[in-house]
């Protein structure tokens, strides 16, 4: 079993930044895929960014690319999402996924099979 648990989400205006981290914990989990996802009320979660399992690779949607840096630090087993340049439409509620069984910078919430509970982030405009 993998534990996943997101802090960082907040209030702020638009323009301004966060910083999110998920904090890992369980069974051993590199090598793996670890994303977040974001899930506005209304709409589909969708995918914001993945990192691969030593963090050489990085995959962003389009929508959040030059804005948003994925990260981590294994020997914390942690994945960060500092954004910056925040949007009334980035506010959602944020999730941390890890996939433990491919190498693959997947884009599709079905590629994940662990979650976290989420971590609500809201841009004021």
């Known amino acids: 079993q993998v534990q996943l648990v997101e802090s960082g989400g907040g209030l702020v205006q638009a323009g301004g930044s966060l910083r999110l981290s998920c904090a890992a914990s369980?069974?051993?989990?590199?090598?793996?895929?670890m994303a977040w996802f974001r899930q506005a009320p209304g709409k589909e979660r969708e995918f914001v960014a993945a990192?691969?399992?030593?963090?050489?690779?990085?995959y962003y949607a389009d929508s959040v690319k030059g804005r948003f840096t994925i990260s981590r630090d294994n020997a914390k087993k942690t994945v960060y999402l500092q954004m910056i340049g925040l949007k009334p439409e980035d506010t959602a509620v944020y999730y941390c996924?890890?996939?433990?069984?491919?190498?693959?910078?997947?884009?599709?919430?079905?590629?994940?099979?662990?979650w976290g509970q989420g971590t609500l982030v809201t841009v004021s405009s």
């Open positions: 996924a890890v996939d433990t069984a491919s190498y693959k910078l997947g884009s599709a919430a079905s590629e994940y099979d662990y």
């Open positions: 990192i691969n399992w030593d963090g050489g690779r990085t």
């Open positions: 369980g069974r051993t989990l590199s090598p793996n895929t």
